[in-house]
């Protein structure tokens, strides 16, 4: 990255990254934002740009660091590049500001989780996007979150497919620590369907499932097609 900027003192709260032209995000990137973040306790990691928004890239999947200690990493004032690839959250909280967008051809798939490996959490905050399937859990038979998930779609947020609560293919939860996975439906627009398990109709949804429909501040989102509260049905 082309420059970094840390705030001062002790209790500094924020590390941000600024993108200061269209940048291609490489393997060996994500190795060293992966070791930065190592020592990390509850910071929250910003990508900006000052003078932007511009461009950042990547040729493979994101795979963000795994680091439940970490207390956010947020993209703000950025275009994406990241065309029929995945980003994986990993269990750390994401958020996606109000003006994050993306490149016209948009096709990326959201994960809470990982690709083969179990997280204790995910949190997902879009306000901004398109993204073709969201999932608060990982990608395969091994990509489950244990604990609690929670998704919310607001401002400027566009699913071109569905919101699954879960994994695309494992179960949603624990069988020895059930617990909660929540859907805030806040804003934004989802051409597909609401589900609160995962996409794999035979993974067991363990999780209590809860979908908030709007709230004192919010008239929730502009449309859905539909909402189902376990997994995609066959």
Same mark, same amino acid.
């Given at each position: ?21 269209d ?5 060996q ?6 070791l ?7 910071q ?10 511009f ?11 795994v ?14 590049d ?9 269990g ?8 994050v ?5 948009s096709?990326?798939?959201l ?15 879009l ?36 919101v ?11 069988s ?6 929540? =859907? +805030?439906?806040?804003?934004? $627009?989802? %051409? !597909?369907d609401?589900i609160?398990?995962?996409k794999?109709?035979? *993974?067991?949804? @363990?999780?209590?499932?809860v =979908? +908030?429909?709007?709230?004192? $501040?919010s %008239? !929730? ?6 909402i189902?509260g376990? *997994?995609?049905? @066959?």
């Amino acid at each position: 990255f082309q420059s970094v900027e840390r705030e001062r003192g002790i209790n500094a709260s924020e590390v941000k990254f600024y993108i200061n032209k269209d940048y291609e995000m490489t393997e060996q990137d994500l190795i060293k934002l992966e070791l930065y973040s190592s020592s990390i306790r509850n910071q929250k990691f910003v990508f900006t740009s000052k003078d932007g928004p511009f461009v950042l890239s990547s040729s493979d999947d994101v795979i963000l660091p795994v680091n439940n200690k970490l207390g956010e990493i947020e993209f703000t004032n950025i275009t994406l590049d990241f065309d029929n690839k995945n980003i994986f959250a990993a269990g750390s909280p994401l958020k996606m500001s109000e003006s994050v967008e993306m490149t016209k051809e948009s096709n990326i798939n959201l994960y809470g989780g990982l690709l083969d490996e179990e997280v204790a959490n995910s949190k997902l905050t879009l306000d901004g996007g398109t993204f073709n399937n969201i999932y608060g859990g990982g990608s395969s038979s091994n990509g489950s979150v244990l604990n609690n998930i929670e998704i919310s779609l607001g401002k400027n947020v566009l699913v071109k497919g569905n919101v699954y609560g879960g994994s695309e293919l494992d179960k949603t939860g624990s069988s020895e620590a059930p617990g909660t996975t929540t =859907i +805030n439906l806040l804003g934004g $627009t989802v %051409e !597909g369907d609401i589900i609160g398990g995962g996409k794999n109709a035979n *993974s067991p949804v @363990l999780n209590k499932i809860v =979908i +908030n429909c709007g709230n004192s $501040t919010s %008239e !929730g989102v502009t449309y859905v097609k539909n909402i189902y509260g376990l *997994s995609q049905p @066959l």
